[in-house]
């Protein structure tokens, strides 16, 4: 699954993909939201991304994208 935050002050999105449910994501993010501490990740790889949660702006969860390859006609 795909993942994107969007951070307070930044040009670029943070994106990774993650082996995690979405319904998961989507409650560690309510649950550091109304805590207001800081969000903490982990992306299918291992890497760990910290975010603090006051500087969230928004956080999009979906399917993984398939990347297609070619010059297919669609």
């Known amino acids: 699954m795909e993942v994107k935050i969007g951070v307070q002050y930044a040009a670029r999105e943070i994106g990774f993909e993650s082996k995690s449910t979405p319904d998961k994501v989507a409650a560690e993010v ?6 207001g501490e800081v969000l903490s990740l982990v992306d299918d790889k291992g890497r760990r991304y ?3 949660a006051d500087k969230i702006t928004y956080v ?3 399917e993984a994208s398939s990347r297609r390859v070619g010059f297919g006609a669609s």
């Open 60 to 62: 999009e969860i979906g």
């Open 50 to 52: 910290l975010v603090p």
């Open 30 to 35: 309510a649950a550091a939201l109304a805590a």
